[in-house]
């Protein structure tokens, strides 16, 4: 199996993580006006944008390393994040069995991915013939 860098779109592997001013403050705990942070009441800070303690919790039910959890809103977010982690537009492709999750259909099209659909046999399995030439395809990124 390959490493995970080879398939993620050279342009994403460039980019500079975002900052908040949370995180580039290095004194003592604050508020951060300038991060729209309200000074009253206890509802005043943004959630941790690393979802650090959640992911220690996680992994260790896991029995994984935080860093190998990834976290989102919700399935939806996390498809599209896929597609424009991995497939670069007009050029990739993705490959679904369908009957399935109909957001993979318009991710697809919002990140301008081709889709290929192979469906399911009639008891919702993958065919073994329809599988096997999509394999040396390598613009088949997801």
Known sequence: MGNIDTLVRENIKKLIPYSSARSEYKGENGIFLDANENPWGSYNRYPDPFQLKLK???????????????LG??????????????CEPTVDKALTFPPTFGMYT?????????LIKEPLDDDFLIKRATLLPHLTDPSIKL
Request: net charge neutral.
């Open 106 to 114: 318009v991710a697809a099209g919002i990140n301008n991915v081709a």
């Open 73 to 86: 809103n919700g399935s939806d977010g996390i498809v599209d994040m896929t597609y424009r982690i991995f």
């Open 56 to 70: 220690e919790k996680i992994a260790k039910v896991k029995g994984i390393n935080p860093d190998q959890l990834f």
